[in-house]
């Protein structure tokens, strides 16, 4: 039997201060998770902790820039243990995603030449498809992009076969959308890509606060994912093959290291955030432990033991959301709503209003402390594909601390709109 996450809940949310917060007459219901979740306490002590206690740069020889250093150990040991590689220096951390995405694009692309070609998904967010679109250009290497089925918001898998070829130099593509939730294939698709020699890169960002990331199970070259997505602070990781990585060349300054993971990681790091990282990692390895009933549990085993419980009662929230827009005729649900398919889909939907904007109901809602999103995420080649721009979507991302008594709330706020 799956542990159970609701048996925990209230110990849950009372680390997370957040939550607490009151929006007017209102209790807040945060559920704008997709687009950074909020924080246990333990994170914000990590971060301060850093500074009171060890805050240095790297490489000194006195006791806090060693204190620093050891943690910088840890937590790359942590972020391996989180996205399943038992390669430490395989783990680099940097700003965010994007930034890490653009920096592997340029050193990728050096690589790459007329003739060669580029697959990129118009179910990704933009920091998935503009750094290799701007890299393929400087390289003289085509684009090419895989389609959606727009009644379901799924990629086109028999597009991207059609589209793969020995010219492939690259697959980029999501684990999962951050728009609709679809959650693609990538075992699949890094299978195919590799078929025909091609790489594969995946950006984990949306699918890492939901879901178990393992690179080895997933077959894929790179990863990408931020901390600020999944309970930590504002800092992104990248994970790569080790023979890749030391063979790419990086495009930093002359005095760093090449050893792995430095790297890949240009200029003093935000030793803080990384500290934090490491909380949040040791935050869900803590809930898996607490759901398992075993303290003894090791990280990798506790978190696959987290998210088998995170899975499973997210689950149960976002079917009820979805089963509670079924009679809202006014609202269009936009991707797959059919719960023999529940697990092609993470907690997050996007839906659209016949009468009112994406705006008109954001503003709405928040005056009744149901905090949700507007726009297009920055998944501009879905919303361009649908025809939903300008306006986009309203979206709705619930994680493992929101509440059924937070969706009820909110499908209230939706029937008084419809």
Not at 11 to 16: D, N, T
Not at 54 to 69: I, K, M, Q, V, Y
Not at 107 to 112: G, H, Q
Not at 190 to 206: I, K, N, P, S, W
Request: proline fraction near 6%; aromatic fraction near 8%; charge should be negative.
């Amino acid at each position: 039997m799956t542990p159970s996450l609701h048996d925990h809940l209230d110990e849950i949310r009372r680390q997370f201060p957040a939550l607490a917060r009151q929006a007017g007459d209102y209790p807040a219901a945060f559920f704008d998770g997709p687009a950074g979740t909020q924080v246990p306490q333990r994170v914000i002590d990590a971060v301060s902790a850093y500074y009171i206690q060890h805050n240095a740069n790297h490489g000194g020889l006195f006791p806090t820039s060693r204190e620093s250093d050891d943690m910088l150990a840890a937590a790359h040991q942590a972020a391996a243990d989180f996205v399943g590689s038992d390669d430490p220096g395989t783990v680099a951390f940097g700003a965010n995603m994007t930034t890490l995405t653009l920096s592997l694009s340029r050193a990728l692309a050096r690589t790459w030449g007329p003739g060669d070609e580029v697959i990129v998904s118009r179910l990704d967010h933009d920091a998935n498809f503009t750094p290799w679109v701007l890299a393929a250009a400087d390289a003289g290497a085509t684009v090419r992009h895989i389609d959606i089925n727009p009644d379901d918001c799924t990629l086109d898998l028999d597009d991207f076969k059609s589209q793969l070829s020995d010219r492939t130099r690259l697959v980029a593509v999501g684990c999962a959308s951050n728009a609709v939730g679809s959650v693609n294939p990538v075992k699949d698709i890094c299978r195919l890509a590799h078929e025909v020699g091609a790489l594969t890169f995946l950006d984990a960002v949306h699918f890492a606060p939901h879901s178990l990331i393992d690179v080895e199970d997933f077959g894929c070259d790179f990863l990408a994912c931020s901390a600020y997505k999944f309970f930590g602070p504002h800092i992104g990781l990248l994970w790569g093959r080790r023979s890749l990585l030391e063979e790419l060349p990086a495009f930093k300054l002359r005095p760093a290291s090449n050893a792995l993971p430095d790297k890949w990681m240009t200029g003093t790091q935000n030793h803080e955030c990384i500290a934090g990282t490491l909380a949040a990692i040791d935050y869900l390895a803590d809930l898996g432990r607490t759901v398992a009933g075993d303290d003894s549990l090791e990280r990798r085993p506790a978190l696959e033991r987290a998210y088998q419980a995170i899975v499973d009662y997210e689950q149960q929230l976002i079917w009820h959301l979805i089963d509670g827009l079924r009679p809202l005729d006014t609202f269009r649900l936009w991707g797959i709503d059919d719960p023999l398919r529940r697990a092609e889909r993470l907690p997050t939907i996007s839906i659209t209003h016949s009468r009112r904007t994406p705006t008109e109901i954001a503003e709405e809602l928040g005056r009744r402390g149901l905090f949700v999103w507007h726009g297009n995420y920055y998944a501009l080649p879905l919303t361009e594909r649908l025809g939903l721009e300008p306006d986009g979507m309203i979206r709705v991302g619930i994680v493992h601390y929101n509440t059924l008594e937070e969706v009820d709330r909110l499908l209230a706020a939706l029937r008084d709109l419809s």
